[in-house]
T-cell receptor
Framework: SQQGEEDPQALSIQEGENATMNCSYK?????LQWYRQNSGRGLVHLIL?????REKHSGRLRVTLDTSKKSSSLLITASRAADTASYFC????????????FGQGTTLQVKP | NAGVMQNPRHLVRRRGQEARLRCSPM?????VYWYRQLPEEGLKFMVY????????ESGMPKERFSAEFPKEGPSILRIQQVVRGDSAAYFC?????????????FGEGSRLTVL
């Protein structure tokens, strides 16, 4: 299976704290993407980082990519209760049809 | 400017019946993907289609499952002779470019319950 791993599986923090989620993948990728899913809803795209990029920012989100370790991290700074959701990384593998393979996700709870 | 539309949102079937799930991609999107999600789990890739063509069906069970994306109309995921293990949320996503070149836009999902 090409499916990657995410950790932690669950994370509980206080509002205002930072949240870091990690993702590992299996083989060479074209890009890696992060998505958010609120309970009972569809997924929403957050950020895409290409294989030749090391870091990307979008508002309070910071994503890093380390291709030598085949890993990525998502940092949410100054978290808010509204950030409570599940977060998934998804990899587009080279030499494949390019379909996205999703990790198991990290469930984040931000307490007010 | 509607997003990806899936229907029905909830579907209840008895074992042995057929389930048909529909997905209308965003306007201008010709690439459609179907994923399955079990409770508390990630999304499992099922099939990737481009208008009238199946590009990758490596995640779809060989039996009872089929998908199509006709020239006109929505994409259809069809599950014949459903079993309890088919109970899950089925998500459709679409994109403008080929898979892996950009972001996917997801629908709200169709939740299938098999009694």
């Amino acid at each position: 299976s090409q499916q990657g791993e995410e950790d932690p599986q669950a994370l509980s923090i206080q509002e205002g704290e930072n949240a870091t989620m990690n993702c590992s993948y299996k083989t060479s990728i074209n890009n890696l993407q992060w998505y958010r899913q609120n309970s009972g809803r569809g997924l929403v795209h957050l950020i895409l980082i290409r294989s030749n990029e090391r870091e990307k920012h979008s508002g309070r989100l910071r994503v890093t990519l380390d291709t030598s370790k085949k890993s990525s991290s998502l940092l949410i700074t100054a978290s808010r209760a509204a950030d409570t959701a599940s977060y998934f990384c998804a990899s587009s593998y080279s030499g494949n049809t390019g379909k996205l393979i999703f990790g198991q996700g990290t469930t984040l709870q931000v307490k007010p | 400017n509607a997003g990806v539309m899936q229907n029905p949102r909830h579907l209840v079937r008895r074992r042995g019946q057929e389930a048909r799930l529909r997905c209308s991609p965003m306007k201008g999107h010709s690439h459609v993907y179907w994923y399955r999600q079990l409770p508390e789990e990630g999304l499992k890739f099922m099939v990737y289609l481009q208008k009238e063509n199946i590009i990758d069906e490596s995640g779809m069970p060989k039996e009872r499952f089929s998908a199509e994306f006709p020239k006109e109309g929505p994409s259809i995921l069809r599950i014949q002779q459903v079993v309890r293990g088919d109970s899950a949320a089925y998500f459709c996503a679409s994109s403008t470019g080929a898979a892996g070149t950009g972001e996917l836009f997801f629908g709200e999902g169709s939740r299938l319950t098999v009694l």
